[in-house]
Structures are given as structure tokens and as C-alpha cells.
């Protein structure tokens, strides 16, 4: 059977093409940039890679015409409120004239729980992109979920910030919604048990795991879990904004998406109806067992996906691969150049394990109070981390920065900011090999944006003076593990 997969490249879309191509599948990822795809290193020939932005229809035209099923896995939870919605309609809108000039019989739409009458201007935008779906003409497939866990999910991965940092919360009135978590592995099975399946078809199905549980009892049991004690205040003076800027400050998740998921947290989010087990039956993971599993994949540094590898802004922003390219013209760098004797693959070793749990090797409480001045103005912040302790590639996150290039032939890293700042900001790291001798070549390059951006760079350039040669010297000596 020959499947379009949208969003390929997505937390669900990653997980999810392993296991088509496991069942025999012919797969077509559609992707808006093919380098953040890594195509040959993890699938070789196996799949067909095709790009295409859903907001530019002209882009659409290498969707095959003789697909059989389309998975439509694209949605922004962290557009702005301006716009988002307009922009989610219009994709569906263009995917649809799209879809119809093919032999399409199947579209499959996960998307969240919309069972209240009045909902968050997000589950609204959901609504609608499933009318627009329905409106298409082929049988739709609907598998509606509440909040999913698995290792890298933005709702599992909010709730371990707040248990595990926070043994005392004071938290809005929110936390006693009731909804029903699922395993990322239930939803995967679900996911390919309705592939085909006729009797899915034009067809709308709530999905849960089998515990219904407020997000208070789902943070008491995380603590549970990892064998830790939390209380939680409720108070009601805690508005929506403000919920949202205190989970932005306590998480790794941007304002943006905090205001999206705090508007959400007003609905109940349980399945209505059953029909899916009819369909495709199952035994779901509890609640319990769902962490469970998750711990696992972190503990062994398997984490397939991760939300935080997701742009910034959502699947609408421009590709940042663009930046791949560093500027020479317009720029300021501040460069070090650090001879060392031990191996080239110790040192690159240590190149590769920056950032996340092990730091910036010098001076990380600077790091972390810039990353706390960014999430007060609106940032990302460091808590996002690196999804992965051992590899690197393209796209992935990596603090407050996004990976450009990760070339362990050529021993190179490539570091775009996503930090707030009056510019745009780059950090290279690589060995380079000169006169017979070895250097870690450490290069911070920044493009201002006009005055402001100056100023900026030169009220900087003291601690770059401290940071980078301190940071570039542990480098070189530091004992790695990796």
C-alpha cells in the first residue's frame, strides 16, 4: 500500500514511519525541508522523500497521484493567536485541492478530544480542520486523543518539570480538569489500525488510555513514580496569563505554547465514546505504565522524537535550515582558537556531548541566567535541553540553541540561536588540524540588527571574553564519557 506521510519529520511522524515500513508499506514522507530529514542515515532507500509547505500550494504538485492513504499529522500548538488558526484552516484547505487530484481513499487525522460545547480557540482551530477534511470527499479517519505520554512529548515532559523540580506547587484551578491520558504507543497502534480499514472508515473516535485522572493526581503520580513526595496549592487567582507565564518559567515549553496549552486545560478531555475498541482492539497502557515506559527510553538514551525538536513557532515557521550558510558580510565574531594533544575523537567526543545535562563545560550558571533572562522576555530558555545524551543531528534542540550541522566526519558543530536577541547569533564548534598541530576552533558569530544589536554584542563582549576561552579550554581537557 502506498502512504503520504505529512508531517514526517514530526514527533508523531518520526515514530510512526519505522513501524509502516516495519508492516511492508511503501511510504512517501512529505517534508518542507529535506535536510532536516535524515533520509540516508536512518532509512536509506526505503522511503521517498518529497517536499512540499502546505501553505504554498504550487509546492504540492510532487504529491503522487496513485497514494492510496494520506496521514495528515501537521499542526501548530505555538502559532501566534493572530494568526494560527487562519493559517491551520488555509493548509487544510490547500492539502485537501491536493489530495483530491489523487487516488487518495483515506485520510487520517489525529487530533485532540473536542467533546465541550465551548472550547480553547486551539481545539476550535482542530474542529475546523476536520470539517475541512470531511469536506474532501474520501473516507476520513478522526482518532481524537487527550494529553500523550511517551519519552519527548510536551505533555510528558511538563510534567516531569514540574514534579521533578517543584516539591511544593501553587497551582491554578486548572489542575483539577479531568482527562485521560494515552501511551505514544497506543496511539501509534491505533494509528496503523485503522490504515485501511474499512470499517474506520468516515469514522470519529475518541482515544484513552484506561485511567481517567485530574492533572493534579497525573503530577502526584509522576512523583509516585519517581519516588518523590509533592503537594500542590490550588489558588484561583492564577488567570490564564498568568498560568501561562509561570509554566513558561518552570518548564521547558515557550510562552506561546504555555498560553496554548493553558487555554486547552479548561476542557475535559475524556473519551466519549468506545467505538475504537471495536474496531481495534486493544489493551492500553495504564497511566502508570506509561511513565514507566518512557523513563525506560530516557534511561537508555532511545528517545526517537522530541517536541522540543520541533520548530519554534510551530510546523508554520521558515525553515532555519536557511541559516545553515554563516554570514561573512554584516557580522561580529568573537574566535578562539585552542591547541590541544590528546586524540581528536576525545576532544570532538566533548564537542558532541555539549549542552543539556552535562552544560557548557565553563561558568554554567551564566548560561543558566541567560537562559532565565530569556524566559522572562519571552525566550526559549535552556530547559529544553538536547533530546538525546549521544547523538546530534540536524533540527535537533539543543538549549537555547538549534542544531545547524552535526558532521562527526569532519568534526564540526553548528549552533543557530533561538534565544531573544537583536540579531541572529551562530556558534561553531570544530577541529581543525594546522602546521602539523590539532585546535579546537571555537567561532561566535553575530549579525546585529542595527543599532541595538551593536550595543547588544559589545555589552557582551566582556563575558564572551570569559566564557568562550574558559569554555574552549575545558574542552579541550575535560574527561568525556561518551
Request: proline letters at 3%; a positive charge; glycine letters at 6%.
Amino acid at each position: 500500500m502506498k502512504i503520504l506521510l505529512t508531517g514526517a519529520n514530526g514527533y508523531i511522524g518520526t515514530r510512526l514511519l519505522p513501524q509502516l515500513l516495519a508492516e511492508k508499506h511503501e511510504v512517501v514522507c512529505m517534508v518542507r525541508d529535506t535536510r532536516r530529514f535524515a533520509i540516508e542515515s536512518d532509512f536509506g532507500n526505503e522511503v521517498k522523500v518529497i517536499t512540499g509547505d502546505l501553505l504554498k500550494p504550487d509546492t504540492l504538485q510532487q504529491i503522487p497521484q496513485d497514494i492510496d492513504v494520506a496521514y495528515y499529522l501537521v499542526h501548530s500548538m505555538s502559532g501566534s493567536d493572530a494568526d494560527f488558526a487562519d493559517l491551520e484552516l488555509q493548509s487544510a484547505q490547500n492539502f485537501v485541492s491536493a489530495i483530491k487530484k489523487t487516488n487518495c481513499q483515506q485520510i487520517i487525522y489525529l487530533t485532540g478530544i473536542v467533546n465541550d460545547d465551548e472550547l480553547s480557540k486551539h481545539l476550535s482551530s482542530r474542529l475546523a480542520v476536520e470539517n475541512e477534511l470531511k469536506n474532501s470527499g474520501i473516507a476520513y479517519t478522526f482518532l481524537r486523543a487527550a494529553i500523550i505520554i511517551g519519552s519527548g512529548s510536551a505533555s510528558f515532559e511538563i510534567i516531569r518539570d514540574l514534579a521533578e523540580k517543584l516539591p511544593v506547587m501553587v497551582a491554578p484551578k486548572w489542575v483539577s480538569t479531568k482527562c485521560q491520558p494515552i501511551a505514544i504507543r497506543d496511539v501509534l497502534g491505533y494509528l496503523s489500525g485503522v490504515l485501511a480499514n474499512k470499517k474506520a472508515y468516515n469514522q470519529i473516535f475518541d482515544i484513552g488510555g484506561p485511567d481517567i485522572l485530574s492533572y493534579r493526581e497525573m503530577l502526584i503520580q509522576y512523583g509516585v513514580s519517581r519516588g518523590l513526595k509533592r503537594y500542590i496549592i490550588t489558588v484561583p487567582v492564577l488567570t490564564p496569563k498568568l498560568s501561562s507565564l509561570w509554566l513558561n518559567m518552570v518548564t521547558a515549553v515557550p510562552y506561546s505554547l504555555a498560553r496554548s496549552l493553558v487555554d486547552s486545560m479548561k476542557n475535559e478531555v475524556i473519551c466519549k465514546n468506545n467505538h475504537i475498541k471495536n474496531i481495534v482492539p486493544r489493551k492500553c497502557l495504564s497511566y502508570h505504565e506509561a511513565l514507566n515506559l518512557a523513563f525506560e527510553k530516557i534511561e537508555q538514551n532511545s528517545i526517537v522524537s522530541s517536541w522540543k525538536d520541533a520548530l519554534n513557532r510551530g510546523y508554520l515557521e521558515t525553515s532555519f535550515m536557511d541559516q545553515v550558510k554563516v554570514p561573512q558580510n554584516g557580522t561580529v565574531a568573537y574566535k578562539v582558537k585552542m591547541p590541544f594533544e590528546r586524540s581528536t575523537e576525545e576532544v570532538f567526543a566533548n564537542i558532541w556531548g555539549i549542552g543539556g545535562s552535562r552544560g557548557w563545560y565553563y561558568v554554567d550558571w551564566l548560561w543558566s541566567l541567560r537562559g532565565f533572562i530569556d524566559k522572562l522576555v519571552g525566550g526559549v530558555g535552556t530547559r529544553r535541553g538536547r533530546t538525546n545524551n549521544t547523538s546530534l543531528q540536524a533540527g535537533d534542540v539543543l538549549d537555547f540553541w538549534r542544531v545547524l550541522l552535526a558532521d562527526k566526519n569532519n568534526k564540526r558543530l553548528l549552533l543557530y540561536a533561538e534565544m531573544k536577541v537583536p540579531g541572529e547569533a551562530w556558534l561553531e564548534l570544530k577541529i581543525i588540524e594546522f602546521h602539523g598541530k590539532n585546535y579546537l576552533s571555537q567561532i561566535a558569530t553575530f549579525r546585529p540588527n542595527g543599532l541595538w544589536g551593536r550595543l547588544y554584542w559589545y555589552a557582551m563582549y566582556p563575558f564572551h571574553l570569559v566564557i568562550f576561552s574558559g569554555m574552549a579550554k575545558r574542552i579541550t581537557r575535560f574527561k568525556s564519557d561518551l
